[in-house]
């Protein structure tokens, strides 16, 4: 099934029998039987008919509301699951607090050794001398983790080692007129943050209705902890997933899929162009939604779907939050690997 983005200003969602279409003064851009359809995203200035919107309802397909800069402020989604026992475990869970700093630090280090990889997979074709330093720095960390007791300490250790990352990620930009000096967000001020914040944000985004169908409550986090508003345990699973959002992004610019005319900055920031943003959602689609046998055609590894390991990944944790088991880390690398050079 598919992801259906949806950025056309103007554009109007519909239902006509059991198929969605999506029109723009009165001209048909797009029709489409409903089950062929996952999620629908929808950017900006987009009216969704009633008819539809209950269409969509019923049959358990999520909308997100998005802003043309990629910020995500709500969600149309079916009745919650019933699943009331695993939130109860959920919240015994992070009760337990034991359970809490194990989990929070296998999160955590599955993130560094995703990141140890990423670097790895660029140093191998251009050196790897200039990245000697930081891989050491981050691989210290990934040890220095394994004696931490608090959330706040293990929260440390990630900053120290994401802040020793992007000194990677910045060497690994081969495009000199593109500036990256430090991550940044909220506002994204240069194109390389934001592409960043938006890929983050749709990954984020597709996590959260992962968690919410399987009947989680997505504030209560165990890295991230809780926090008015925030979606925390969405944002812990995402930490799995930034490098292939990290790669995803390097093989973008590197690869002059996107350059710095895809921009435009304002006082709010700086964001993708309309007609840059439907070229964006093309490649973004093709890397949730690819095997690893899509990817490479010399593999011969028959690898899931970044979308599909999401689901496996928010099941593992469902079976460790209600059976008390660990959150296994012993994942398929090659399923997060995303290639810099096809």
Known sequence: MATIYVSEQGAVISKTSRRLVISKDSVVILELPVFKVERIFIFGNIQLTTQAMNFLLENNIDVSFFTMGGKCHGRLTAMESKNIFLRLAQYERYLDKEFQINLAKTIVTIKLENEIELIYSFAKNYGISKFKETLTAIQKCKELLKSKTAINAIMGIEGIAASYFF??????????????????????????????????????????????????????????????????????????????????????????????????STPDGTFLKPNSMKKYFIHYDKLMSASNSDVDANSDSNLKSKRLYIKDRVNMLRKSVIYKTEYDREYIKEEMKISLNN
């Open 167 to 264: 000194k990677a990620f910045k060497m690994m930009l081969r495009d000199e007129n593109l500036v990256f000096n430090v991550r940044q967000k909220n506002p994204s001020v240069d194109p390389i943050n934001s592409l960043l914040s938006f890929g983050y944000t749709l990954v984020t985004n597709e996590i959260l209705s992962v968690l919410i169908g399987q009947g989680f409550d997505p504030y209560i986090g165990f890295l991230h902890g809780i926090n008015y508003g925030r979606p925390s345990l969405a944002l812990d699973i995402v930490e799995e997933f930034r490098s292939a959002i990290d790669g995803f992004t390097l093989k973008l610019l590197n690869k002059a899929i996107l350059t710095e005319d895809d921009f435009i």
